[in-house]
T-cell receptor
Framework: KAGVTQTPRYLIKTRGQQVTLSCSPISGHRSVSWYQQTPGQGLQFLFE???????NKGNFPGRFSGRQFSNSRSEMNVSTLELGDSALYLC?????????????FGSGTQLSVL | DQQVKQNSPSLSVQEGRISILNCDYT??????FLWYKKYPAEGPTFLIS?????DKNEDGRFTVFLNKSAKHLSLHIVPSQPGDSAVYFC????????????FGAGTQVVVTP
């Protein structure tokens, strides 16, 4: 069974641009969550999607958005990039995101904003 | 507001000895806890979990202990192996927090020969 797939693996952008990251969950998983990891920080929760609906959202500005498609694949978008957005963006999937369910993570997309 | 804290940013342990990683939390609504291991340039991989109805869970070399009254959990790795050198994250989830986990900042473990 294939794991969580994230594309692209690396991205370099300049301030003010926008970026779209993609995530394909494990087959059968319907919940997709996104996390941001910066150096020295733990993972910070961005948002979670289930059945194309955002059910939960972290404390990030509106420049960060996402969506989920009917096949459970998800994308996240960051508009008007800032230097501080440079981070590893991780996608995770689970069956339905309910309690007592572990997350399976992809390898992440490393975003560098210059 | 950091609700999950790993106060030791790094830990060095000799091969064959026990590694003990600690994690503290502040939110009494957390009822499910996970430990993840992460190598550079890779996503975190799941190690072990524990729900709040238990105080201990074992899986091979890994044991997690939960002390709800102290809001503290620990991960024991026995015996430590060179491949255990990685960053370890604890994570906590509250009931009905769809897909949302609070993560600690991580502990870098180095296993020396």
């Amino acid at each position: 069974k294939a794991g969580v797939t994230q594309t692209p693996r690396y991205l370099i952008k300049t301030r003010g641009q926008q970026v779209t990251l993609s995530c394909s969950p494990i087959s059968g998983h319907r919940s997709v969550s996104w996390y941001q990891q910066t150096p020295g920080q733990g993972l910070q929760f961005l948002f979670e999607y289930f059945s194309e609906t955002q059910r939960n959202k972290g404390n990030f500005p509106g420049r960060f958005s996402g969506r989920q498609f009917s096949n459970s694949r998800s994308e996240m978008n960051v508009s008007t990039l800032e230097l501080g957005d440079s981070a590893l963006y991780l996608c995770a999937s689970s069956w339905d995101g309910s309690g007592n369910e572990k997350l399976f993570f992809g390898s992440g997309t490393q975003l560098s904003v210059l | 507001d950091q609700q999950v804290k790993q106060n030791s940013p790094s830990l060095s342990v000799q091969e064959g000895r026990i590694s003990i990683l600690n994690c503290d939390y502040t939110n009494s609504m957390f009822d499910y806890f996970l430990w993840y291991k992460k190598y550079p340039a890779e996503g975190p991989t799941f190690l072990i979990s524990i729900s709040s109805i238990k105080d201990k869970n074992e899986d091979g070399r890994f044991t997690v202990f939960l002390n709800k009254s102290a809001k503290h959990l620990s991960l024991h790795i026995v015996p430590s192996q060179p491949g255990d050198s990685a960053v370890y994250f604890c994570a906590a989830q509250a009931t009905d927090s769809w897909g949302k986990f609070q993560f600690g900042a991580g502990t870098q473990v180095v296993v020396t020969p």
